[in-house]
């Protein structure tokens, strides 16, 4: 019985251990700026005794927001404190309440400007307009402000030029021994170069001085009253015979007797902000999401995992570290030695939705990103099987690597085992379904595509020069044509325009243009590439053809009196997938023209893939593929488009109603300003209001961000035209795109002729291809 | 004796440490790559690699040419070096700038000779403007299937003196005596030559006979320089299709491709060595 009884009594410890532990890994506020409240961030982290204070900004002043262990969420302590960075003196600040419509909370005389700080007892503030030092805290719902000093001279806190004065946000803070820390960084106008201040303010004074530290970007409060600085050379972090950043050195700095001392080195490559656990008499920071420690100020190991890579706050609280990351407060227990085998690595990515929302779904499986990068498919997959803490899921585009390399040699993951993730392919557009199988094999997922192959028309150069669109030209053969008429005829005649937009050489641009897209053309229609073909020939004969001297002197030269380039009649390099063009949008400045090689030549847009894919070697394979449904789940709306056949409903912009009603609101008050307008200010009003009238039309006329039209457009035109580009035998290696262009390069120098061109580009690329047999 | 040879093994030990780890290891190491599939899985394929290697048209190709080129460099240097090495030995003493200046063109650099070359056979060059002012018709030297010529001449240039300098060392072995006694019985300088000093020096026109040969399978880099990576079909070597197969990181069909020209070549001089023509007077 009583063993049964000890037994018990150790489950429940074990349970209540682990409760607190879970309890202490948690989100303490979570105010997303995409919220009803279009002006709220968390700003500020500070630690007052077991108490975290969470200072939020917000449209006209600042809130305050407490939490103590046991909690389950910050508790909101008052909203009435004044904002003072967006005032400039305490005149402007008081003229602004003076005739705010709305009272505005808060008191100025005590505005919270950037130095918001705490001494580990108390909340502190100094009013960067008049000055003023005070303490600050709320009881019974009011808040209790008390003056400790007041700085004469608050220069040292501001850029100040002839031009512009605005003031300094101080990258951090650390108080000690009744002194204030703060690094700031302001630019030399007259130089151009950074002028680095290490500010140094008495608590009890308030006077202010420059103290001869180095600079460091980040400081805290550390052992024995002192303050740590990370210090290394700004202008010169990086070793390049190393390739690698150069270590920071961990620097104590004793304000009772203005000494430093130099306690260690960190390697990293950069720390955003650092804080003190007394417990560990450690250094705590984020490497990624990695919660990082440097124990005994010497020894570098993990604490914890972050669901955020980035914290823009951070500071310890008991056993804790808490930090604002994305409009969120994060608290995160620190275990020195902190290691899991229930982990997830990335390549190639940084916190995304999807992450963030498998870091929520799945709180005890970290997310690590794998920060080395890998230039060509050999090398990544020598990582994908040696390295030590291998990735799991790799993130990359089509065109970054030869994908179609990896999948061949069978460095994916075969996922079609997956019912979910299969459905998902399944539901995709033919072009990006066919780019990830391989055999019946699921290899890769797609998760974003774009292409910019569009050609648009510019309607106003259009109808400027009276021209319809059946005048212009639907493909590359005419677009000379079009080219060289424009050269005769037009150049004078219309001097602000041009044919294509950005185009100083149209000789080149258009072989550009032609031999691109005759390589896409091959790889679409899945012919062998051959140039020794009537399409080729018959482009090449068009290029020669040209003759656009006049065209290319006034290409996109400024104007005379005018700097900028001039309005093109085409505009080339547009977004096409992805971009969701609806030709049947009223008041279009632009139309898309599909442009093709020849009049007997499809139309192919190139499109760009980017997808997730498991290494096949990876130890957490489950977790892998959670990770990549989190992310298939949370698409963002226009790849969802682009990509799934069944993602046909509009999508409305979120803030279209907003829009609306700001527009009309101004059109209200126009209209009531003509009413009670004199008789000789009628006319300005008139005119004003009827240009709100055509604002408030082009508002309501942009209501979706993906409209029906876009959609329909985009399945039954541009998905069964598109192609997802694939490498080329022009990319085989860099010999081979080495030779391929110096042939191009001679033919286009006039040292070798159509034919030799021909025949010397055919006898390599059959040799490229017959290497491959 | 025996702690001799312990002496005698551990003094060899760091020449053949280097050889072990550099050479034979590696060597033996690379045969894993030419049979696998170079896939994630690595599988085991047998010589399915080596059937698709000697099944493609470009390494067939590149066999081709490579071996062409080296049965035109080969004889042509061998002879060239023996005719010339027989002629500096009547000159004895005064024989020794003219070897000098032979070896000239071994010790530079190749693509300063490279340089050189381009120049005269350009399409503008030397060669071309002395075949014009000879009422010839200009020849595209550096295109198609006339490049082979400045090649192998380029080759011939280059090699020719070490060949010499071989041949010479060996012709000073030969006693004198013999010459005189053949001048004596009226034989000339072709049939002393034939008759007297390449019988004298076999071992030595084999090792000159295969070096040449062996530096003629090396002829990519001149080509390399003028032709680049894809040079036109005519001097596409082997060397080119291992260059380009390592180029695309394909390390099997490299290994497939350098263990079957190992083999050929190993293959061939066992045959050479087996000859008891070309073993020296103690072996045969």
């Not at chain 1, 430093?260 to 720390?271: C, F, S, Y």
């Not at chain 1, 992805?578 to 898309?592: Q, V």
Request: proline fraction near 4%; aromatic fraction near 12%.
């Amino acid at each position: 019985m009583r063993k049964i009884m000890t037994a018990g009594l150790c489950l429940v410890t074990v349970l209540c251990l682990c409760a607190g532990a879970l309890a202490a890994d948690q989100t303490l506020l979570v105010r997303e700026a995409e919220d009803d409240e279009l002006y709220f961030y968390p700003q500020q982290l500070l630690t007052v005794g077991d108490t975290l204070y969470i200072l939020c900004s917000m449209e006209d002043s600042c809130s305050l927001y407490r939490w103590q262990e046991g909690m389950a969420e910050a508790e909101l302590l008052t909203e009435g404190l004044f904002r003072a960075n967006r005032f400039d003196t305490m005149a402007e600040a008081l003229e602004y309440v003076e005739n705010a419509k709305e009272p505005v909370p808060g008191d100025p005389e005590h505005a919270l400007g950037n130095l918001v700080f705490t001494d580990g007892e108390r909340l502190m503030a100094l009013n960067p307009l008049n000055g003023q030092l005070f303490a600050f805290s709320v009881e019974n719902g009011e808040i209790v402000y008390e003056d400790l000093a007041k700085a004469e001279d608050v220069s040292l806190l501001r850029h100040a030029s002839e031009e512009y004065s605005y003031w300094l946000y101080p990258e951090s803070w650390a108080v000690a021994d009744g002194r204030l820390l703060l690094p700031l960084m302001d630019w030399n106008d007259a130089t151009g170069e950074a002028d680095r201040r290490m500010i140094v303010m008495d608590l009890a004074t308030g006077v202010m001085t420059r103290a001869d530290l180095p600079y460091s970007e980040t400081v805290t409060g550390c052992r024995d009253g002192q303050i740590m600085l990370l210090v290394r050379d700004p202008d010169n972090p990086y070793d390049s015979e190393k390739g690698e950043y150069y270590p920071y050195d961990l620097v104590l700095w004793n304000p009772a007797d203005n000494t430093t001392q130099t306690v260690g080195q960190l390697q990293e490559e950069w720390v955003n902000r650092i804080s003190y656990l007394p417990a560990e008499d450690a250094l705590i920071y984020m490497n990624d999401t990695r919660i990082m420690g440097v124990t005994g100020l010497t020894g570098k190991e993990q604490y914890g995992y972050a669901p955020a890579t980035y914290g823009q706050s951070s500071t310890v609280v008991g056993d804790s570290l808490a930090f604002i990351s994305n409009s969120r407060v994060y608290l995160r227990t620190l275990t020195r030695g902190f290691d899991t085998d229930d982990c997830v690595t990335v390549y190639g990515s940084y916190m995304s939705d999807g992450a963030e929302a498998f870091a929520e779904k799945y709180p005890q499986t970290p997310v690590y990103f794998y920060r080395d990068y890998y230039g060509t498919a050999e090398e990544l997959s020598q990582a994908m099987l040696t390295g030590d803490d291998a990735m799991d899921v790799l993130r990359m585009s089509n065109d970054e690597i030869a994908l179609s390399t990896l999948m061949d040699k069978g460095y994916c993951a075969d996922l079609s085992g997956d019912a979910e993730l299969m459905a998902y392919v399944s539901s995709l557009y033919p072009a990006f379904r066919d780019a990830v199988m391989r055999d019946g094999k699921l290899c890769a997922i797609p998760i974003s595509a774009y292409s910019y192959d569009g050609w648009f028309v510019n309607l106003t150069v259009m109808e400027d020069m009276g021209l319809t669109e059946e005048d212009l030209p639907t493909n590359m053969v005419e677009l000379c044509a079009f080219a060289n008429r424009w050269n005769d005829e037009w150049v004078e005649e219309y001097p602000s325009y041009t044919l294509v937009s950005y185009v100083e050489d149209y000789k080149e641009m258009m072989f550009y243009w032609m031999f691109s897209g005759y390589l896409s053309y091959c790889q679409a229609e899945n012919m062998e590439l051959r140039f020794d073909t009537p399409v080729f020939r018959e482009l090449m004969t068009a290029l020669e053809s040209l003759d656009v001297e006049e065209l290319n002197r006034g290409a996109n030269l400024a104007n005379e009196d005018e700097e900028g380039y001039r309005a093109g009649l085409f505009m080339e390099g547009y977004g096409v997938v992805g971009s969701f063009y609806d030709p049947e949008k009223e008041n279009r400045a632009s139309i898309l023209k599909p442009i093709t090689l020849t009049a007997d030549t499809a139309w192919h847009p190139e499109v760009h893939m980017e997808v997730l894919f498991v290494n096949p070697r990876s130890a957490h394979m489950d977790a892998a593929v959670k990770l990549i449904k989190e992310e298939i789940a949370h698409l963002n709306d226009t790849y969802a488009h682009v990509l799934r056949m069944d993602a046909t409903d509009p999508v409305r912009y979120d803030y279209y109603d907003q829009w609306v009603q700001s527009a009309q609101k101004a059109l209200d008050d126009a209209r009531k300003a003509l009413e009670e307008a004199d008789e000789a200010d009628r006319k300005d009003y008139q005119l004003q209001v009827e240009e709100l009238e055509r604002n408030l039309e082009d508002v309501k006329a942009n209501e979706y961000m993906i409209s029906e039209g876009g959609i329909r457009y985009y399945q039954e035109t541009v998905a069964p035209a598109m192609y997802v580009s694939r490498p080329s035998v022009f990319y085989t290696s860099e010999d081979a795109s080495g030779e391929l262009s110096t042939l191009l390069e001679r033919y286009m120098q006039g040292q070798i002729g159509l034919e030799q061109l021909i025949r010397e580009m055919d006898s390599k690329i059959m040799m490229m291809q017959m290497e491959n047999y | 004796m025996f702690r001799r040879k312990k002496i005698v093994w551990l003094l060899l030990l760091p020449g053949l440490a280097g050889l072990m780890l550099f050479y034979v290891v590696p060597f033996f190491g690379g045969i894993y790559f030419s049979v696998t599939d170079g896939t994630y899985e690595n599988n085991y394929v047998g010589l399915q690699n080596y059937a698709q290697v000697l099944g493609n048209p470009m390494f067939q190709l590149g066999l081709r040419n490579t071996w062409e080129l080296s049965l035109l460099c080969a004889p042509v240097i061998w002879l060239l070096a023996f005719v010339l090495s027989a002629m500096l030995r009547t000159l004895k003493d005064r024989a020794v700038p003219f070897r000098n200046i032979l070896l000239l063109p071994y010790l530079m650099p190749s693509s300063a000779m490279l340089l050189i070359w381009t120049l005269m056979f350009d399409y503008g060059g030397v060669v071309n403007r002395l075949a014009v002012a000879m009422g010839l018709e200009r020849v595209l030297w550096l295109e198609g299937d006339a490049l082979r010529f400045p090649i192998v001449l380029l080759y011939v240039w280059k090699n020719l003196g070490i060949s010499v300098v071989l041949f010479a060392s060996a012709l000073s072995a030969v006693h004198p005596s013999l010459y005189e006694y053949a001048a004596l019985e009226g034989a000339g300088w072709w049939t002393q030559a034939f008759r007297i000093t390449l019988p004298q020096i076999l071992p030595t026109a084999f090792l000159v006979f295969v070096l040449a040969w062996v530096n003629a399978f090396k002829i990519f880099k001149e080509v390399y320089f003028i032709g680049g990576a894809y040079p036109t079909q005519q001097i596409y070597t082997l060397q080119h299709f291992m260059n380009n197969m390592f180029a695309r990181l394909d390390y099997q069909k490299v290994t497939t491709a350098a263990y079957l020209f190992a083999i050929g070549v190993m293959v061939l001089f066992a045959l050479m060595y087996l000859s008891k023509a070309v073993r020296s007077p103690s072996e045969a």
